[in-house]
């Protein structure tokens, strides 16, 4: 059923947030073929697919979103029980690495270490630097979009 979210692009001005829920591989490829030709989809604001699993962003759909920030919601790798970021390995590497490259040109977030998983319930330290936050890495994120482009990017942690 991941493939049957709702997907949601929020503009306000000349900033917008594209959200695609736990869409997988197939669900992308749908969305992409059905605005193949458009700038639908290019968005600021990537709210990462499904907790940043490895099926759920790929390079075709960061290329068509061009965004500058990449949210995950995910929890913390710590938390090792059932249902967990840390049962299926969320956020992924492959996926982080994805979305550096993409984000290359972006301004730069303050150097951190974060958790990332190469695998189902094994994490490894990852030096971030790309404009990448998550829940499970920073706590709450405050995104303020504004009608003029901006964005600012608050976190509870201070990083």
Request: aromatic share 6%.
């Amino acid at each position: 059923f991941n493939n049957h979210s709702v997907v949601v692009k929020i503009t306000l001005g000349k900033t917008s947030i594209l959200i695609t829920g736990d869409l997988e591989d197939d669900g992308i490829d749908e969305l992409l073929k059905k605005h193949q030709g458009t700038t639908v989809l290019d968005s600021d604001v990537y709210e990462v697919g499904h907790h940043g699993s490895y099926n759920a962003t790929t390079k075709q759909l960061l290329a068509a979103l061009t965004p500058k920030l990449a949210l995950i919601a995910c929890g913390p790798h710590d938390r090792k029980s059932t249902w967990t970021g840390w049962a299926y390995g969320h956020p992924r590497a492959v996926t982080v690495e994805m979305l550096e490259k993409a984000l290359a040109g972006a301004p730069p977030r303050t150097p951190v270490i974060v958790a990332v998983a190469p695998g189902a319930k094994k994490f490894e330290g990852w030096q971030l630097t790309a404009p990448i936050y998550a829940t499970g890495w920073d706590s709450d994120v405050l995104v303020t979009m504004y009608a003029d482009g901006r964005l600012e990017t608050k976190t509870r942690r201070g990083r």
